[in-house]
């Protein structure tokens, strides 16, 4: 946000949770849908849609030959330069109450795979250990905090390390491009401090 405009960048936020976090940015000019999307078939519904731009936007590269965004942004004129989306879905773990949980697997899949060529990118973030193998294979990089054994360790990095981490702003991040994880801090930011950032961005 700090780097682009919001006519090229564009936020994408569900959370099944219904006690989310995002309602912060709700009203920000870069959110590509109006609100956080909370309810069943309003996740559902979003994530259709991303799939539906996903399709499209293959189609359109298709049209003027080109394989990823920035070819597609180069060779259009201005008006019809396509932003990068970063679709957030937070707390992933709550979809398993939904009836159509296996729908929405099946739609982040897609979006998960072939999103980035087209300039959706995602972030995925949960308070259990994702068990699906096929969210799990294509999240390359991955960012835990202290988890409860070495199982859930070795299910989400591949290795054990996340079990012994002590503080709660601790954390590992594990790149496929990286050997081993990477013992890192969080930063604590209040929603105040993050509403007069978003403030500070659109003004």
């Avoid at 995002?22 to 979003?46: A, L, N, P, R, T």
């Avoid at 920035?70 to 979809?95: D, K, R, T």
């Avoid at 601790?170 to 930011?189: G, N, R």
């Amino acid at each position: 946000m700090i780097k682009n405009s919001s006519e090229d960048f564009k936020f994408a936020i569900c959370d099944p949770s219904l006690r989310s976090g995002y309602d912060v940015f709700e009203g920000s000019s870069y959110m590509w849908f109006d609100s956080v999307k909370k309810s069943e078939d309003d996740v559902f519904d979003m994530l259709d849609k991303i799939v539906g731009e996903l399709e499209e936007r293959y189609q359109n590269f298709a049209k003027i030959n080109v394989k990823s965004i920035s070819e597609f942004n180069e060779a259009v004129e201005p008006e019809y330069q396509m932003p990068h989306i970063l679709f957030v879905f937070g707390n992933y773990s709550n979809i398993y109450h939904y009836s159509n949980a296996d729908e929405i697997n099946a739609s982040l899949y897609a979006i998960l795979k072939l999103g980035r060529l087209v300039g959706i990118h995602t972030i995925v973030t949960s308070s259990d250990v994702i068990e699906n193998s096929n969210i799990n294979f294509n999240l390359p990089t991955r960012v835990v905090f202290k988890l409860d054994s070495n199982e859930d360790a070795e299910s989400m990095l591949g290795e054990s390390g996340a079990e012994r981490l002590a503080a709660v702003d601790e954390l590992l991040q594990f790149a496929v491009s990286e050997e081993e994880p990477i013992h890192l801090k969080s930063a604590k930011l209040k929603v105040s401090e993050i509403r007069l950032i978003l403030q500070n961005i659109e003004n």
